[in-house]
């Protein structure tokens, strides 16, 4: 099946430092990427969608200045957490379809210190 | 409401037992429906999709009721390894995918 490589699979930064996360579609072309954020023991929370060539639509209550998304080709769609807090302290994890199935990256584990 | 809700769980259950999940959405509109699994700090993995008319892959089977925008998950003799998360997804026009809140089950020996 299609596979999502998600970069890195966990980091640790200082408070205030900004972290970059990518989401790379390995065989096959998303020009639609997700992304999500998951707190302990809650759900999976759609934070954005990221479109190739254009601007990510987020999701209400979602800082578009603070979780900056670029999707600059078919493959590669990058979350950036500018300006880290300990509250931004989550699983994030994206998602591109193929056909009716989503496909997730390994997720990446963020802990701001 | 949210989109998406789903049993709170967790369902506890021995191994050989028969449990089933329920989980209802409010976008009449929502086009696909599909059961995840998510293990514990794992990412979710495709389980099954769920069709109208029902569907059933080993022990597993989904069904789907759009008058009543319900969803069904039904694990017949269940395994210790059938212990995870279980996420009930839908999805609209334009890929928009939204998950619910996942039911935890315990599977023991």
């Known amino acids: 099946g299609a596979v999502v490589s998600q970069h890195p699979s966990w980091v640790i930064c200082k408070s205030g430092t900004s972290v970059k996360i990518e989401c790379r579609s390995l065989d096959f072309q998303a020009t639609t990427m997700f992304w999500y954020r998951q707190f302990p023991k809650q759900s999976l929370m759609l934070m954005a969608t990221s479109n190739e060539g254009s601007k990510a639509t987020y999701e209400q209550g979602v800082e578009k200045d603070k979780f900056l998304i670029n999707h600059a080709s078919l493959t590669l769609s990058t979350l950036t957490v500018t300006s880290a807090h300990p509250e931004d302290s989550s699983f994030y994890i994206c998602s591109a379809r193929e056909g009716r199935e989503a496909f997730f990256g390994q997720g990446t584990r963020l802990t701001v210190v | 409401r949210k989109e998406v809700e789903q049993d709170p769980g967790p369902f506890n259950v021995p191994e050989g037992a028969t449990v089933a999940f329920n989980c209802t959405y409010s976008n009449s509109a929502s086009q696909s429906f599909f059961w995840y699994r998510q293990d514990c700090r794992k990412e979710p993995k495709l389980l099954m999709s769920?069709?109208?008319s029902g569907n059933e892959d080993g022990r597993f089977t989904a069904q789907l009721n759009r008058a009543s925008q319900y969803i069904s998950l039904l694990i017949r003799d269940s395994k210790l390894s059938d212990s995870a998360t279980y996420l009930c997804?839908?999805?609209?026009?334009?890929?928009?995918?939204?998950f619910g809140a996942g039911t935890r089950l315990f599977v023991k020996a």
């Open positions: 997804v839908v999805s609209s026009g334009g890929f928009k995918t939204i």
């Open positions: 769920v069709y109208s």
